[in-house]
């Protein structure tokens, strides 16, 4: 449906109907309202419904539904795959209700549906408390908290999902349903990395922990020490305590003082070590790495706030990433990981990570429909770049990345981390079992799958 089939009476009747307002083409701020992180999706919805409260986002639904419009969700824009912008429909933006409030004595956030990271990570710095968060400050804390949630504080603290107390929900129908583990504890249990697909969650309350300083080790060495580095880097996590966070990266050398001047603008394998505690300790921590005569170009001590932001992606950059879960990495993969990282495309944006897993996201609940935090490792390309005519090549090699870790995969995915890769990455992002249960929950609360642009869970009617 366009902007021609939505009657006059009905767009009027939703404008005086929201506290909010609606925009729609040709409206001072559109254009601004319809941009995403992905430049790659430039879509033009007929309307976008800047809530303000959820009494706006039931309104928004309900005109959405009467008029026959696809119906987008967006909190942080985030989602690679452009999954909050609609071609023709209606666009629900929860970016004015990004509300968080924090409560120092019951360590928890009430983070509202459009906050992002770095409102979260703001708010509870200044109590000395934190919890997992996705690791670029730009990120929506919904969609991220919903798809499960991999950051670095992860081994310590779990996934943002495992953080996750309790949620506001407005469904397809327009109720407003509070799911937590007493009310609608099926809807609590689906939104445990089911994502999106029951409801817009208007709200979040998540649990907080004591963070104070953080210390980075960052370690930037040329290409042809990769296998080396990450070698050693695998033994290190083995032995590493719950505290210790990051991963390997293959990323261009930026033009900062910490850079060794011979890899500025040149590919380098890096090693980004988080720890969750002062630079004393972390040196003590490091020393495995130390002591194979790997030196860090730069360790300091830094809110986790600042960390947050370390990685923030520049806007305005054509995106495509995917991403593999493994059951092991053996010398073999890491080789393959290192050639295809030393051929990163778009050197001055793209990067090729290897996270480890383990830790508390090992140990959390195994019922919630997260299949791939039981793997070790997770291998994820993420290209940016800004011709077009790059576009081929970007994606072949993204592609490539996790094709070659084949052999060693264990089937599962993280969704967050990847765009739209058919049904059966969907499927393998819940698993087969989980997926069968949440079809069930959808049919019940989206039976007719209103909240369908996502990684799509069809209701089981």
């Known amino acids: 449906m366009s902007l021609l089939d939505v009657t006059d009476t009905a767009l009027a009747?939703?404008?005086?109907?929201?506290?909010g307002q609606a925009l729609t083409p040709g409206d001072t701020g559109y254009d601004e309202a319809r941009t995403i992180f992905n430049a790659m999706i430039d879509r033009r919805p007929s309307v976008i419904a800047q809530c303000a409260d959820p009494r706006d986002v039931a309104r928004a639904i309900r005109f959405g539904r009467d008029q026959g419009l696809t119906i987008a969700v967006r909190g942080g824009g985030h989602s690679v795959a452009g999954m909050s912008l609609t071609e023709g429909g209606l666009v629900i933006d929860l970016r004015r209700m990004n509300d968080v409030r924090v409560d120092p004595e019951a360590r928890t956030a009430r983070v509202a549906g459009g906050a992002v990271m770095g409102d979260l990570d703001r708010a509870a710095q200044s109590h000395g408390l934190g919890t997992t968060g996705g690791r670029v400050s730009t990120t929506g804390v919904a969609g991220f908290a919903l798809g499960g949630g991999s950051g670095w504080l992860e081994r310590r603290f779990g996934l943002a999902c495992d953080n996750l107390l309790s949620a506001e929900v407005v469904t397809a129908d327009g109720r407003q349903l509070t799911a937590n583990a007493d009310k609608n504890p099926d809807l609590f249990w689906?939104?445990?990395?089911?994502?999106?697909?029951?409801?817009?969650?208007?709200?979040?309350?998540?649990?907080?922990?004591?963070?104070?300083?953080?210390t980075v080790a960052l370690f930037l060495l040329p290409v042809a020490a990769g296998p080396e580095v990450v070698q050693a880097y695998r033994a290190f996590i083995d032995g590493a305590p719950d505290e210790v966070g990051g991963g390997a990266i293959y990323l261009t050398g930026p033009p900062d003082p910490f850079v060794p001047e011979d890899l500025v603008g040149k590919v380098a394998c890096g090693l980004l070590v988080t720890y969750l505690g002062g630079e004393r300790d972390a040196r003590e921590v490091l020393e495995p790495l130390t002591r194979d005569g790997f030196e860090p170009s730069m360790v300091a001590e830094m809110p986790y706030a600042e960390l947050q932001s370390m990685l923030d992606d520049p806007p305005g950059m054509r995106n495509y990433w995917s991403a593999e879960y493994l059951d092991a990495l053996p010398d073999k993969a890491v080789e393959l990981y290192c050639a295809r990282g030393a051929a990163i495309p778009s050197p001055t944006a793209s990067q090729h990570a290897l996270f480890p897993q383990g830790g508390a996201v090992a140990r959390g609940p195994a019922d919630f429909p997260v299949p791939w935090r039981s793997a070790a490792w997770v291998v994820h390309p993420f290209t940016l770049w800004e011709d077009p005519a790059e576009d081929d090549h970007a994606r072949a090699w993204a592609r490539g990345a996790v094709a070659e870790m084949q052999p060693w995969s264990s089937g599962a995915v993280y969704l967050n981390f990847i765009g739209q890769e058919g049904r059966d990455r969907v499927v393998d992002g819940f698993g087969e079992e989980n997926y069968r249960r949440l079809a069930k929950i959808k049919a019940q609360y989206d039976p007719d799958n209103t909240f369908r642009l996502n990684h799509n869970i069809r209701p089981d009617v």
């Open 13 to 19: 009747g939703l404008r005086a109907d929201l506290t």
């Open 190 to 214: 689906a939104l445990h990395g089911g994502g999106g697909n029951f409801g817009v969650v208007t709200s979040l309350t998540l649990a907080l922990h004591p963070v104070g300083t953080v």
